[in-house]
């Protein structure tokens, strides 16, 4: 009787033994995976898209001051990084949070009271999203743990490092079990969840960066992950997928244009359940990486101030042709308004794309933690300009068929596909999309440091003493983050540090 | 009419005394009568039997106790009485309350401290926690800020965990969360259990001692009333100062020449000395006031008391945004239903409301805004100029426009802006009521039944308006939320308790049961676009987007069970022996491990009464000793840690085949699950004497203490590749040693003349002594842009700071090219004279983060407190002073990271040349060496303070000319709180206290405790 006394259940609370029991339960779970898809902010503001950005050559760090967000000022040349600096913890914890969702879905997902049909797609979108994460996981700290069912006993926790050839393997055999479970359709049908054609995209885009920084193939299991392979895929996306280039290129960044044709894959943004705040975004559907791009200080009609992080550089806007429509749909400039605050490595361009324009505005009031902005994770135009490079000296009328098709549409003259035409043209089309660092990495780093230390030009608006944008990046590091001190720490260490730190 | 047998009147010193027992007495007809003297000091024995050898002993609490003997009573005659009492001057009667039951001072073997009601009700405290401020040895007790209504910290013997270290609360035998509610002008004495011998009866809760009210009871004697009340006005005791506009304009001039930039302001001089923010913030004679009336009255077989209060009290900043009042209701009664039955109860109903305005926080707090905002700013812009640029959401104030900076556009606002727009408001009903029954079995032998509730319902109520006070501050559309929790809790009790001596033996016992459970559920809601801009219109129902309505509801429960007992045995009141045991179980805890037991023995030796001790000087002397074993189960927020709950609220944003967004409500596992986990548990170990001599005038206690902490309750660090929360598991051990000393005056100089002091000084050590994390350290509160500032780790002080040492400044370029590691290269490379010059404390030839070592102690060494009353005629005059020695602070009110932030006059000393000998770095707009951006001591300052906490001047009318008037006991009083505080701090207040251990002594513009002047009266009618 006293047992029972005290054996209280939580009253307003489901426990695990009494979840994941049928169709509704299971799409409640699958969405908690995703949920993690939108995470910017944990242990310091960091979303991926605004830290690929400041590592680039297309943006300096920014932020309010010297202080402000010190782990994202080390970006710049990964010469000043600190070992223990808590916020290279976030991305690591954020990335293994959705693995770990992943995993137990996939764990729970056969006892599910639920059709086959239901299943089989339900398990391809939770290994696609775990590819997602590994990838991102991957490309930003190298060597990590590969875990791919849940952790339940202490005795597990402490899990050494794979080899990168482990993990993107386990990348190339999820998407490649996604791709035969995911539906043909587009993300407008599928209601933003994930399709075949972005799986199919992803693999392109996973199997360039493996094979550009470690010059190798993957295996899928027993399919082997090749060139060929990722040609196919993208020729089915362009052929069977119906994806079109939008044709105004400013629209391809306007509310109206969300899961649009020209989006291959999309992670979907919203003021739907807003935060109360930016130090609870996790809690929301909003896109931190809009708050943090916009200029500090503004009081404008249109756009909303914001954190002025990963400012544009002169390089990038040195590198738009000079009639290309797309440079002025890129960069939103400082000089249109009429008060700012000149932060740290104010350089006067912002990003456009992704800009906090009245549009995307949370109507809830608070706009900061909200904003709606999609994150357009893989364009069409990318897929073309993918397609392009790989069909370089291969069918090369087939990439300069591509590569014309993307310059079509702004209006720009047709010029031959080779190396240096499709690198040129991949930074200015997808500037500011997150999507060039990756790019540097794999046309190798002596290519990054060039790239890197020449965005050490000062533009005219620029602010500041010339030692904030003086570039030296420390090839050391590879242009990886290092691996959380913290996380070595826990491990006693089993995990190792990476190269050059 | 029968002729009184004996008549006589009571006095002492001051007037005819009511309410002194008397005893006729006639041991060889073996016969005993009780009388009381009544309100006129007028008692009677109607009809006594005639004999010899009849002695009246009349006896008093604070009195010491007289025998007249030798009288012999004859029918139909009447003998007459005179008495004078005389105060008691030895302490040894006196009683103390102990868990389920009281003991006799001098028979208390364990660390309790008392504090009475004449202390209480001289000092009139807003809340009664604060009664113990400084009032007894080994607590703690600091304002977390000056706001009113806002809790207070309280930490007896230092602070034991990580989680929650505030004592249990036990008023009138029900364990309460906090006592806030409480009227201070009902309580009769608080009793604070320290050691965990006394504690331990407490068992899973005592760890971190345990504080015993009791409110008055009815006083026997005819109806009284009594009516107390004060109206006292309220200033800030000092202001910080910053830099005037000149002055402003003139630094940031300097901070762009360091900078190689140009300079901004072309003639400082032109702005004159700008807006004084704080003048315009602080609040001038903010008022507080309080009445209470009480009644009470009763006879030999029932008695009551009733009260009613009603306290209030505005904020030194926020005016009525920040505000605090409070009403309530008690009545207490006993009744003597049979000569073996006794039953009572205690009602108490408390309605509070209060608002509050942000205060010590660097993001949004008033205080730290007003310190950084530029003062070229005006308080209201009245330039139509630009007024006509100002945005339609500008914050309109009594005056006029807020005036919103043109400098700082975002980080710091216009600080009364932020005040008017502040709208939060909570409100509190409080019902605690127990009764209970208790019943006399047998001699010595009762029992005890008791039932108590404890139902709060707690309702808040925000507006947040429309507003724009800069670019980073501001709100599109308003929106109202309220929410509403009820919290009910019952508790039974049943206690056996026996008491007997035999010869010179004397035997107590007590065994006992109680079972407790708590169940919380709240609701709540919010909607956009309120339709007005009235603040008191803010109701949902009057928001006009309806698509936007949230609503949320859940609940939490919590139950406990436990057993105890305790035994007492002591042999002719020179040995003294006492154990104690409980069994406790509690919901919170892992399904594998609900049960714990807490054992404690604690043992005295009254030295005095030995036969051998024969110092006429002194004349009580007792050593004691104690161990035992506490729990404690308040172990934060989540109350089911063993539970594997799934989160609601992970959602992701769908589109529908329409195309439109939207959120598809998706869960996932929360924080890890641990069924093992238990009590964290608190050992110790007491040692302490009491002595008394000359008669009593002196008195004087110590005691040493040995407290170990271990079990502490951890989220511990987990590989993140984890991906959940970690549980909470049992890993940790804190020890705090510490001595504290009484010390107690008490003489008659003359008989118009009486003085009493007390003395209580208290030392303690903290010291964390493992952390089973790979780092073996856990990381604190935050501080803006440089992470982490307190710090637990093993070896170290609970909370201390972590930051770098520093040597001085740089004075020129060859200092800096010669602070060169091993190899030659320069440990500060971007270092230029004027620049902080940091240790390279772990010499590994580079300053980074492992040179980071603890650079200030929140904890005091010594916390201190000196009360003195005297009493002259009619006149009383007391002084109460606390002091805290040995702690640091952070000021932290400056926000060096936004450059152009206004700054404390203090960083005038900053460097500006070659052989200057400033505290501060040079002042630059490029700050690349890090001097603010990395913490460091240059920024920790002492803490120490004298506080004159209470300074009282009262005046009671002589009764014979108040009673003239109907009344008696009239008084009188002038009192002044926190009228000096001595300390070389140069914040707002060095009293900072903290919820949280961890986030403790960092100053981000703390509310700072106000100077009040209150003039108060008593009577009774």
């Known amino acids: 009787c006293q047992k029972s006394f005290l054996e209280l259940d939580p009253p307003s609370q489901i426990v695990e033994s009494n979840f994941y029991r049928n169709e509704n339960e299971a799409t409640q779970a699958l969405a908690g995976v995703y949920h993690v898809l939108q995470w910017g902010q944990w242990l310091g503001f960091h979303p991926s898209h605004a830290w690929s950005e ?171 992950v090749n060139k060929e392979l990722v040609r196919t895929y993208l020729e089915d996306v362009i052929t069977a997928g119906g994806f079109v280039l ?256 | 009419q029968t002729t009184p047998s004996v008549k006589g009147v009571v006095k002492d010193d001051l007037g005819v005394l009511a309410g002194v027992s008397v005893i006729a007495e006639n041991k060889s007809a073996n016969f005993k009568q009780v009388s009381v003297a009544n309100e006129n000091g007028v008692f009677t ?5 005639a004999g010899e050898g009849y002695s009246f002993t009349f006896s008093f609490v604070g009195y010491e106790t007289q025998t007249l003997s030798g009288y012999t009573i004859k029918d139909g005659s009447t003998v007459s009485l005179a008495v004078t009492m005389k105060e008691s001057v030895t302490s040894l009667n006196q009683v103390v309350v102990i868990g389920y039951g009281t003991q006799k001072k001098e028979k208390t073997v364990t660390a309790i401290s008392s504090v009475g009601q004449d202390f209480i009700n001289k000092q009139q405290v807003p809340r009664i926690e604060q009664a113990l401020q400084g009032s007894t040895p080994g607590v703690m007790v600091l304002g977390a800020t000056g706001q009113p209504g806002e809790k207070p910290m309280i930490r007896i013997r230092g602070t034991g965990t990580n989680q929650n270290p505030d004592p249990l609360y036990v008023v009138d035998g029900f364990p309460v969360e906090s006592i806030e509610y409480l009227n201070p002008g009902d309580i009769d004495r608080i009793d604070i259990l320290k050691d965990a011998a006394s504690s331990a009866i407490y068992g899973s809760r005592g760890a971190n001692g345990v504080v015993l009210v009791t409110t008055k009871t009815g006083k026997k004697g005819e109806t009284s009333i009594t009516y107390d009340g004060y109206y006292g006005i309220q200033n800030n005791w000092r202001s910080v100062p910053v830099l005037n506009a000149t002055q402003y304009a003139e630094m940031m001039n300097e901070g762009a020449l360091n900078a190689k930039q140009p300079i901004k302001y072309a003639d400082p001089s032109a702005f004159g000395n700008g807006t004084n923010w704080q003048d315009a913030v602080f609040n001038k004679n903010a008022p507080v006031t309080n009445h209470q009336l009480s009644v009470t009255g009763g006879t030999d077989k029932a008695n009551y008391i009733t009260s009613f209060s009603y306290f209030s009290q505005q904020g030194i900043v926020g005016g009525d945004k920040s505000k605090f009042d409070r009403y309530t209701l008690r009545f207490n009664g006993d009744q003597k239903v049979k000569d073996f039955l006794k039953i009572g109860a205690n009602i108490n109903y408390t309605f509070s409301e209060n608002k509050g305005i942000s205060s010590n926080a660097a993001y949004g707090g008033v205080l730290n805004n007003a310190i950084n905002l530029d003062p070229i700013t005006p308080v209201y812009e009245t330039d139509p100029v630009k007024l006509a640029g100002y945005p339609a959401a500008a914050v309109v104030g009594k005056n006029g426009i807020y005036g919103i900076s043109n400098i700082l556009l975002d980080g710091p606002t216009n600080p009364l802006a932020g005040i008017e727009i502040a709208n939060a408001y909570n409100k509190t009903d409080k019902l605690l009521s127990n009764a209970y029954a208790e019943l006399n079995i047998w001699k010595g032998l009762k029992f005890k039944s008791s039932f108590g509730i404890d139902l709060s319902n707690y309702s808040n109520k925000n507006y947040s308006p429309v507003y724009f006070m800069n670019s980073a501050s501001k709100r599109d559309i308003s929106s109202v939320a309220q929410s509403y929790y009820r919290n009910y809790t019952w508790q039974i009790e049943n206690v056996l308790s026996y008491s007997e001596t035999f010869g010179k033996h004397t035997f107590g016992a007590v065994l006992g049961q109680s079972a407790l459970k708590q169940t919380v559920e709240n609701m709540g809601g919010s909607r956009l676009n309120l339709l007005t801009n009235d603040p008191d219109m803010s109701y949902i129902d009057l928001a006009a987007d309806i698509n936007s309505a949230k609503v949320n509801g859940g609940a939490y429960n919590r139950a406990l069970a436990s057993y105890f007992g305790r035994i007492n045995y002591d042999y002719d009141g020179k040995y003294l022996l006492s154990g104690s045991i409980r069994r406790d179980g509690s919901s919170r805890f892992g399904r594998n491990n609900p049960y714990a037991t807490f054992p404690s023995v604690s043992g005295g030796w009254v030295i005095s009464r030995e036969s051998f001790f024969n110092v006429k000087a002194i004349n009580s002397l007792k050593l004691r000793a104690s161990w035992g074993q506490n729990g404690n189960e308040n172990i934060g927020t989540n109350v089911y840690p063993w539970a594997a709950g799934v989160q609601f609220g992970n959602g992701y944003t769908f589109v529908n085949s329409s195309g439109a967004e939207y959120y598809y409500n998706g869960a996932a596992l929360g924080p890890i699950p641990n069924p093992d986990l238990r009590w964290e548990t608190s050992e110790q170990t007491d040692i302490g004497m009491d002595i008394e001599f000359l008669n009593g005038k002196f008195s004087f206690s110590a005691d040493y203490y040995v407290k170990n902490t271990k079990d502490l309750l951890f989220n511990p660090s987990i590989p993140a590749i984890v991906g959940f929360t970690a549980p909470y598991v049992n890993g940790g051990s804190v020890s705090n040693k510490g001595v504290e000393l009484g010390l107690g005056y008490r003489s008659s100089i003359t008989s118009d003349w009486k003085i009493s002091a007390n003395l209580n000084v208290s030392y303690n050590k903290n010291e964390v002594t493992a952390i089973n994390t790979a780092s073996q350290s856990v990381a604190g509160s935050g501080f803006i842009g440089v992470g982490s500032v307190n710090r637990m780790e093993v070896g170290m002080p609970i909370g201390y700071f972590w930051g770098f040492k520093t040597v001085g400044l740089f004075q020129n370029q060859a200092e800096v090219d010669a602070y060169v590691n091993a190899d030659g290269k320069k440990l500060l490379p971007n270092a230029v004279p004027g620049d902080i010059r940091f240790l390279d404390l772990n010499g590994d030839g580079a300053i980074n983060d492992k040179d980071k070592t603890m650079i200030g102690n929140p904890n005091p060494d010594f916390t201190t407190g000196l009360n003195i009353t005297t009493n ?131 100053d981000q513009g703390v509310y700072p405790q106000a100077r009040t002047f209150r003039l108060g009266i008593s009577a009774k009618l």
């Open chain 1, 246 to 501: 939008t044709p105004n290129f400013a629209d391809i960044f306007r509310k109206s244009n969300e899961l649009g044709l020209e989006s291959v894959w999309e992670i979907s943004f919203s003021d739907t359940n807003p935060a109360s705040g930016v130090d609870n975004q996790r809690a929301g559907q909003g896109n931190f990486s809009v708050h943090m791009f916009a200029p500090r200080g503004i009081t404008d009609p249109t756009y909303t101030a914001g954190w002025s992080y990963s400012p544009i550089t002169e390089s990038l806007y040195a590198e738009f042709e000079v009639d290309d429509p797309r440079r002025d749909e890129t960069v939103l400039y400082g000089s249109q308004f009429s008060k700012i605050t000149k932060s740290w490595q104010y350089t006067g361009y912002f990003n456009k794309k992704y800009s906090t324009h009245s549009e995307y505005k949370a109507t809830t009031g608070i706009s900061d933690a909200n904003w709606g902005n999609n994150y357009r994770a893989i364009r069409y135009s990318d897929v073309l300009l993918m397609a392009a490079e790989l069909w370089l000296n291969t069918d090369q009328g087939k990439a300069n068929q591509y590569l014309k098709m993307v310059r079509d549409r702004v209006k720009l003259p047709e010029t031959p596909a080779t190396v240096e035409t499709i690198r040129h043209e991949r930074r200015v089309e997808l500037a500011g999309e997150g999507i060039r660092y990756w790019d540097l990495l794999r046309y190798g780093l002596p290519y990054a440091k060039q790239k890197i230390d020449e965005s050490s030009l000062r533009g005219a608006q620029y602010d500041g003493d010339q030692s904030r944008f003086n570039m030296n990046w420390d090839v050391s590091k590879r242009g990886r983050l290092p691996i959380p001190q913290v996380e070595i720490d826990i491990s006693k260490g089993v995990l190792k540090q990476n190269e050059g730190y």
């Open chain 2, 45 to 49: 024995f109607a009809k006594l039997p």
């Open chain 2, 872 to 1002: 002259y005629k009619q006149f009383d005059l007391s002084v109460f002073v606390i002091g805290m020695f040995g702690q640091d602070l952070i000021n932290g009110i400056y926000r060096y990271d936004i450059r152009e932030a206004n700054m404390p006059s203090s960083y005038l000393d900053r460097w500006t040349g070659e052989g200057s000998t400033a505290k501060y770095p040079r002042f630059t707009f490029d700050d690349k060496n890090g001097n603010r951006n990395r913490m460091s001591d240059i920024y920790v300052e002492k803490g120490d303070f004298i506080r004159f906490k209470n300074v009282q001047l009262g005046y009671t009318l002589p009764n014979r000319l108040a009673n003239k008037a109907k009344f008696s006991n009239v008084r009188v009083y002038l009192a002044a709180d926190n009228l000096f505080t001595i300390t070389n701090y140069s914040g707002f207040d060095p009293e900072i206290g903290a919820t949280n251990p961890l986030s403790i002594g960092i």
């Open chain 1, 54 to 224: 400041a590592a680039s050559d297309d943006a300096y760090s920014g932020g309010g001051s010297q202080s402000d967000g010190v782990g994202i000022k080390a970006l710049d040349q990964l010469r000043t990084v600190t070992l223990g600096e808590q916020t290279y913890r976030g991305l690591w914890m954020i990335y293994y949070n959705g693995i770990a969702r992943a995993n137990v879905f996939l764990s729970k997902i056969e006892k599910v009271s639920a059709s086959e049909a239901f299943k089989k797609q339900a398990i391809a979108e939770a290994k696609f999203l775990r590819a997602y994460f590994y990838f991102e996981l991957a490309r930003w700290y190298e060597n990590v743990p590969l875990v791919t069912v849940p952790l339940s006993d202490p005795s597990q926790y402490n899990q050494p490092q794979a080899t990168p050839e482990a993990v993107f393997n386990q990348i190339a055999k999820d998407l490649e079990e996604a791709i035969s479970g995911l539906p043909r359709q587009s993300l407008k049908q599928t209601g933003a969840r994930a399709t075949q054609w972005a799986a199919k995209a992803l693999m392109a885009r996973v199997y360039l960066f493996y094979n550009g920084v470690y010059n190798k193939d993957m295996n899928a299991g027993a399919v082997v």
